[in-house]
């Protein structure tokens, strides 16, 4: 089978640098030399490929990747493109009608071209979710799948094989609730449009996420409350808890790497606290209030304040926090305030997320992460001394926002949109697929100042 690509701008040497290169990587550079020997410059192949960042990998070559396609794959195209309604997606995104026209008249460039066309925009929005990202509200997920799954190896493996349905199948989320709500959705009867929607809507939010999640990991569902550790795929245990409230302190949706377990921790003020509040000038002006309450106070030559919260019951962070560094400053950690968790609304904090039963998550990721054997985690968190116990094993962290999802006893349910992030996603729903769309995640960072203090 042979590949064309439409618009070829540098002769082969490009063609296979787009096809084997991530985007803006160094190795992308170190290769310009050789690829701009094509007939085009390599800036004119690639333009801003080095100066812009591209969030979520896969460069497209500069045009269109065109199959030859027979009669029978293409028939086989449109079998999958007239079933893709189990999947959560529209049939009429993808020309179905125009090509079973084309097919009638037997094979033809015409029909490469249109087959090709839609069997691309079906790898897009399997692999990577039909959603503009402009309409992920607070989502920062890198989704390493495009570059895992790549559109010119799927489209040629498909042509190659003859398997057009297979090849586009393995997309599909391995994570066992996303084929709990194409369930959902197959049991819904058409009438049902609202539900429907929502459950679209939703199949689309796991296709944001890696296809394969890995063999051990966190995951926490904002909207339901709750934490589960997961191995492989089977939830070991689940705790409750408490996110950000609506507005700039809303937990943001991320994917992050569990780099260490803090035992005992320590808490650095933010200065809209130590300045603001003037907690600063209390410390240092009642020591025996600040000792009371573990905090210790400051002053540099400059006059700068800065206030650290000693470990201890009564430590703001609670006797625990996970490391995960990311820009949104963004983490898991316990807290004294435990009598929230029986709240049934528990958007409280000022965007990191508190669990309960705190310290046996900390434990049980020492161990699982392979920092410390039982004893030694039991002894390190007993300790009431500050201790980082690195992991060694890869520990991914993924906090999600699903409105319809397997609740911990594996029962379908809805939940709150509590940030109101689902109203963009269904609104795409019902507009014309965007066959160009960004995969740059453009929406506002947040850093989160936390306060973790307890509300009442």
Not at 143 to 156: F, M, S, V, W
Request: hydrophobic content about 40%; proline content about 6%; charged content about 25%.
């Amino acid at each position: 089978m042979r590949i064309r690509n439409v618009h070829l701008l540098a002769g082969l040497a490009v063609f296979a640098l787009a096809a084997g290169t991530s985007t803006g990587t160094a190795h992308a550079q170190d290769e310009s030399s050789e690829a701009g020997q094509g007939t085009a410059s390599f800036d004119e192949a690639f333009p801003n490929m080095v100066s812009e960042e591209v969030v979520q990998g896969d460069l497209a070559p500069p045009g269109p990747l065109v199959g030859e396609w027979s009669l029978a794959d293409a028939n086989a195209l449109v079998e999958v493109i007239d079933g893709i309604g189990a999947e959560g997606l529209d049939p009429a995104d993808y020309n179905l009608a125009q090509l079973r026209e084309m097919i009638a008249k037997g094979a033809s460039e015409d029909l490469d071209t249109l087959a090709s066309r839609n069997f691309v925009w079906l790898v897009e929005d399997l692999r990577d979710g039909r959603t503009p990202m402009d309409a992920r509200e607070q989502w920062f997920v890198v989704d390493p799948d495009r570059d895992l799954y790549r559109t010119d190896a799927l489209l040629a493996e498909a042509l190659e094989s003859g398997d057009v349905a297979g090849t586009l199948e393995k997309l599909n989320p391995t994570h066992p609730d996303y084929a709990r709500l194409r369930d959902e959705l197959a049991r819904t009867p058409e009438n049902k449009a609202k539900k429907r929607k929502l459950i679209r809507a939703n199949m689309d939010r796991w296709r944001w996420l890696a296809r394969d999640l890995g063999s051990q990991y966190l995951i926490t569902n904002v909207p339901e409350y709750q934490l589960r550790l997961t191995v492989n795929d089977k939830i070991i245990s689940t705790y409750r808890t408490i996110v950000g409230k609506p507005g700039r302190t809303a937990t943001p949706q991320l994917a992050e790497t569990v780099q260490g377990v803090v035992f005992n921790p320590t808490w650095t003020v933010p200065q809209s606290i130590v300045v603001g509040e003037g907690l600063g000038a209390r410390v240092l002006g009642n020591p025996s209030w600040a000792q009371a309450n573990g905090y210790k106070g400051t002053k540099g030559a400059d006059g700068f304040v800065t206030v650290v919260q000693q470990p201890g019951p009564g430590n703001s962070l609670g006797r625990m926090k996970l490391e995960m560094p990311n820009p949104h400053a963004i983490f898991f950690h316990d807290t004294p305030s435990r009598q929230l968790f029986d709240k049934d609304v528990r958007a409280l904090s000022h965007g990191c997320i508190r669990t309960e039963r705190a310290m046996e998550l900390a434990i049980t990721m020492a161990i699982l992460g392979q920092g410390a054997s039982k004893d030694e985690a039991v002894e390190i968190a007993t300790s009431g001394e500050y201790t980082m116990v690195p992991i060694q094993k890869e520990m991914p962290a993924y906090i999600t926002y699903f409105t319809m999802a397997s609740d911990i006893d594996g029962k379908m349910r809805t939940f709150e949109d509590i940030y109101g992030r689902d109203a963009p996603v269904l609104a795409s729903l019902d507009k014309p697929r965007v066959d160009d769309r960004s995969n740059a995640i453009d929406d506002e960072v947040i850093v989160i100042e936390n306060d973790p203090r307890g509300e009442a």
